[in-house]
């Protein structure tokens, strides 16, 4: 492509094209970015990497890599890997050791490799990284113990496998002293990392503690102050500033009184972008011929990473954790090489290179076949593996509901016959002790508290149902988990409020979310009917008894809630849109004593839960 606008504009446009696919077919984006990388690369020729970015196309992967840590790095909350630390260090330690020490010796056998070339290979192959843990957790979904694992795994272990990867290539191209040259290296770029990562962490957790820059400023800021201290610590030690971002950002994620929020969500748009762009354009780069010509001892080095080098350093790591074997078998299994691993390889690859040293063309196509295969291959069956362990979480279909009244205790009570997870959360305790008499799970105190997000498991719950008559507190607890689960997943019930003045109604963005069963179904008005002897009802149609039939039998003492499908998917009625439950699905309703009542009935929702 001869205009660089057009190149850059087809890159972040098939950037996106990948990401919705992925979403849609249910795969990690990076097996889409990959295809298309290579596609627009060296099948098609329509992208040139090299040629459009020329020598500016590694400081940009740099920054981006970095860009991508922080942000990983400021998800990594201490609480969240409360027990299973050790887990943790021990694989970010002695198994990339035992990685590193199996994969090097397998490359210099299997491919004729020079030692110092193996022992590089291996380093760079201990790391896996965010950029493609993160999206196959997503559509793994392991149990959240594994999730926090391999999370905080795969973002500490990118700074430690760039650092190993360096010393190696200082040992390599040192002439005189090499050991004693490689320890120098170590200590300094260590000490850098940890000391300018802890200080700009520390420093800047104070800045936007005391709100020294304006709320417009933070994002664009933190940005580039993180960069700042990136390219200040390598200036200081070759290669240290992966360690010091995420140094950086682990300790921002924990700093008592530091918002990371809306920095998170900032960063997090850019690092799908980034993401995105960058595996497109480094797979754009791959050489085929290169690729072909390591022949079947490509395939040992492979198979010896995957199927040895992995289970064995999970298995020493885990001595001493009361991690069972089935987690273990998935924390072996999931192991997919990213974005470090190719702007590592492609980084060193040139530097020798341009000192002329020999067999440097079996680096970067050996290091793309790792990446390729173990995202590919994890990609395809890290669902299926996952299953047959019994380590894949629930989809999340079930329903945190916000309020402990009489009708939420009844409604609760019926979506668990239909077995539906379910809980309820409230910060009174009387509702709370009657549910938990009905046994109902349940959450007593503020879900927004720091102690809810420690304690209280999302990852079954895809939608948030806001019932209860704390009006000050409903909207806070509706933008709080819209914020955590995503726009349409919170729903409230109505105000009722058309009568009053302008000055007292709620905000339009708020009043959208009130919808839920009925624009006239108010918390008084359920707690009224359940507490007149209201019941409610689930109904199965069928061939004979369709909607239709249904209406007609309960339009009248009826308040629709929700309708299930076969496969177990909950849609609950709205005011929003109206779509035809259909044969096979069931209908649960609130059914009114009184038969001459005229209850308005609810249309049908729009949104679908999270799969």
């Keep these: 492509m001869s205009e660089p606008i057009i190149a850059l504009v087809s890159v972040g446009l098939i950037s996106i094209a990948c990401q919705f696919l992925a979403y849609k077919i249910k795969l990690p984006a990076i097996l889409p970015l990959l295809i298309a990388g ?26 981006s890599v970095a860009i991508i840590l922080f942000e990983g790095s400021l998800t990594l909350k201490f609480n969240d890997i409360s027990g299973h630390g050790s887990m943790v260090r021990n694989l970010c330690t ?75 290539f200082e040992y390599i191209i040192s002439t005189q002293d090499a050991l004693s040259h490689t320890l120098y290296a170590f200590a300094k770029t260590i000490s850098v990392g940890v000391i300018v990562g802890a200080l700009s962490g520390y420093l800047m957790g104070i800045v936007l503690r005391n709100n020294w820059i304006p709320h417009y400023l933070v994002n664009t800021a933190v940005l580039t102050l993180m960069l700042g201290a990136f390219e200040g610590s390598n200036i200081i030690a070759h290669e240290s500033g992966l360690l010091t971002v995420t140094i ?7 700093m008592k009184r530091v918002e990371v929020d809306d920095i998170l969500e900032f960063k997090e748009t850019l690092s799908v972008l980034l993401i995105s762009g960058l595996f497109i354009l480094l797979a754009s780069r791959i050489e085929w011929s290169a690729m072909a010509n390591l022949g079947w001892g490509s395939v040992v080095v492979l198979l010896f990473i995957m199927f040895v080098a992995r289970p064995i350093s999970v298995f020493i790591s885990s001595l001493g954790t009361n991690l069972n074997w089935r987690e273990l078998a998935l924390l072996s299994w999931i192991a997919p090489r990213g974005i470090v691993a190719a702007a590592v390889s492609a980084l060193f690859a040139l530097k020798l290179e341009a000192l002329n040293y020999a067999q440097v063309e079996l680096l970067v ?28 979480a629930p989809a999340p279909y079930g329903f945190l509901i916000f309020g402990g009244g009489l009708f939420s205790r009844l ?201």
Excluded at 45 to 63: K, M, W, Y
Excluded at 530 to 558: H, P, V
Aim: charged share 20%; with cysteine; hydrophobic share 45%.
């Design 411 to 611: 409604f609760a009570k019926e979506l668990i016959a239909q077995d539906i997870e379910v809980r309820i959360a409230d910060t009174n305790w009387e509702s709370i002790r009657l549910a938990r008499m009905d046994n109902i799970p349940t959450y007593y105190g503020n879900p927004m508290s720091e102690h809810a997000e420690r304690s209280l498991d999302l990852s079954l719950y895809g939608t948030v149902l806001v019932m209860s008559p704390y009006k000050q507190l409903n909207p806070l607890v509706s933008y709080h988990f819209e914020h955590e689960l995503g726009k349409g997943a919170v729903l409230g019930l109505s105000v009722n409020e058309p009568q009053k003045r302008d000055s007292h109604k709620v905000s339009e963005s708020y009043a959208a979310k009130l919808c839920l069963f009925n624009e006239d179904v108010t918390y008084a008005k359920l707690a009224s009917y359940a507490t007149k002897g209201g019941t409610i009802k689930t109904t199965r149609l069928s061939d004979e008894f369709n909607y239709e039939d249904y209406e007609k039998e309960y339009q009248k003492r009826s308040i629709r809630l929700c309708a299930i499908e076969p496969n177990g998917k909950v849609r609950m009625f709205t005011s929003l849109k109206n779509i035809q439950p259909k044969s096979d699905w069931r209908i649960v309703s609130l059914i009114t004593e009184d038969k001459t009542a005229d209850v308005m009935q609810p249309t049908f929702d729009k949104n679908n839960l999270p799969s």
């Design 365 to 392: 196509p050996m290091v793309f076949l790792v990446i390729i295969a173990t995202v590919v291959i994890q990609s395809l069956t890290s669902v299926k593996v996952a299953k047959i362990f019994g380590q894949r």
């Design 38 to 63: 290579i596609i627009v690369g060296p099948v098609t020729g329509i992208i040139d990497a090299d040629l459009l970015f020329g020598d500016l196309l590694f400081p940009i992967v740099s920054l």
């Design 248 to 254: 950086m950002g682990i300790w921002l994620a924990n």
């Design 94 to 168: 002695v198994g990339t050791l035992i990685t590193w020490m199996i994969a090097a010796p397998v490359a210099h056998y299997a491919l004729g490799m020079s030692w110092q070339m193996a022992f590089l290979f291996g380093a760079i192959v201990t790391v896996t990284g965010p950029t493609v843990i993160v999206p196959m957790l997503r559509t793994v979904r392991p149990s959240t113990k594994i999730a926090n694992i391999l999370r905080w795994e795969g973002i500490i272990i990118d700074p430690i496998g760039a650092l190993l990867a360096v010393l190696v």
